[in-house]
């Protein structure tokens, strides 16, 4: 176990999600990056690295989660990353398994929201957030 936190970026639209996002993982230990546009994840790409990279499928009109997500891949190709939608149609699940990006489907399920997590940042033992489980 290691004392540096894992940095996290969240990208999302809606305020209230995003404060949920950011709490949740922040309770967690994780550092986190929440943003509301793909401009402002680019941004931070170009300046710092994340260890995880969660975005919204639904950002503006001009760009989506994917596209933050191609372009973190440009600056890390082993990116760890998951698209959060609550319109997961064939074509968005399909273009995330070829991005090799996880599909996290909204509302969240915190349970399954922490796995995944635990699972994309290589935390098999989850030690971040096995912490409040029982």
């Known amino acids: 176990m290691t004392d540096a936190k894992r940095k996290i970026m969240v990208v999302d639209d809606e305020p209230s999600v995003l404060f949920t996002y950011r709490l949740l ?5 994780y ?20 260890d995880l990279v969660l975005c919204d499928l639904s950002l503006e009109a001009e760009r989506s989660g994917f596209d933050v997500i191609e372009f973190s891949r440009q600056q ?6 998951a698209v959060l939608t609550g319109y997961a149609t064939v074509e968005a699940l399909e273009r995330a398994e070829k991005l090799c990006a996880a599909v996290l489907l909204k509302p969240i399920d915190i349970e399954q929201f922490f796995v995944t997590v635990n699972n994309l940042l290589g935390d098999e033992n989850g030690h971040q957030a096995q912490a409040s489980h029982q």
């Open 25 to 29: 993982l922040e309770q967690k230990g």
């Open 76 to 81: 890390n190709p082993q990116q760890a990353a």
């Open 31 to 50: 550092d986190v990056t929440a943003l509301a546009t793909a401009q402002a994840a680019v941004d931070a790409l170009r300046r710092e690295r994340f």
